[in-house]
């Protein structure tokens, strides 16, 4: 069966700091993999999608940067944190190309900018 | 664009209630469709989906309908528990290369012993 994770769980960094986590798959191959984002109360942003290794597309301008370095390897960086960037990061991934497949997500990331 | 209406929340109810959360959908094609439950400090889990007109998703107690001639996917539950209690999300995808969805902004339900 397919699992995903991410790390770290929760994490504090002050304004101005560098910013890396993780997402990994297990079970499948070639997926789509999506970062977002969820601020206090709110809904859920979209800030990247990967359809394959190397390919990333950004949905909104801001301060972070995504990389697909392997398969089933997403990473979500900033060079210098804002305080606006403090939220819940959640990992997804989802079928391939072609299909209306749902999107399973991971336990996700709470960030804190102080 | 794609895009997805839910209720504004919260929604407050007593144990044993019956609990109706709408959702609507303007989309061009035949999306599919799906209820996402996030409980408090947890990532979004899938609840139920359908892919056609007509289909209808279930799954832990709560049921949709697919409704073309409504663009309408409402999320039921015959008698909800303070175990549901968390923020409800509906969401379509058109598929594509991409398979993105779109979230509605999600209901809050409060179940009350």
């Known amino acids: 069966s397919q699992t995903i994770h991410q790390w770290p769980a929760t994490l504090v960094q002050p304004v101005g700091s560098p910013l890396s986590l993780e997402c990994t798959v297990e079970?499948?191959?070639?997926?789509?993999l999506y970062w977002y984002r969820q601020a206090a109360g709110r809904g859920l942003q979209l800030l990247f999608y990967s359809v394959g290794i190397g390919q990333i597309s950004s949905e909104v301008p801001q301060n972070l940067s995504a990389s697909r370095p392997q398969d089933r390897q997403f990473i979500l960086s900033s060079k210098k944190l804002l305080l606006s960037d403090s939220g819940f990061y959640l990992c997804a991934w989802s079928g391939g190309a072609g299909s209306y497949n749902e999107q399973f997500f991971g336990p996700g990331t709470r960030l804190t900018v102080l | 664009g794609d895009s997805v209406t839910q209720m504004e929340g919260p929604v407050t109810l007593s144990e044993e209630a019956f609990l109706t959360i709408n959702c609507t959908y303007t989309?061009?094609?035949?999306?599919?469709l799906f209820w996402y439950v996030q409980y408090p400090g947890e990532g979004l889990q899938l609840l139920l989906k359908?892919?056609?007109?007509?289909d209808k998703g279930s799954n832990k107690g709560f049921e949709a309908t697919y409704r073309k001639e409504t663009t309408s996917f409402h999320l039921e539950k015959g008698s909800v528990q303070v175990s549901d209690s968390a923020v409800y999300f509906c969401?379509?995808?058109?598929?594509?290369?991409?398979?993105?969805?779109?979230f509605g902004t999600g209901t809050l339900l409060a179940v009350q012993p």
């Open positions: 079970g499948t191959s070639n997926p789509n």
């Open positions: 359908a892919t056609k007109a007509d």
């Open positions: 969401a379509l995808t058109s598929g594509g290369a991409t398979n993105k969805l779109i």
């Open positions: 989309a061009t094609g035949y999306p599919s």
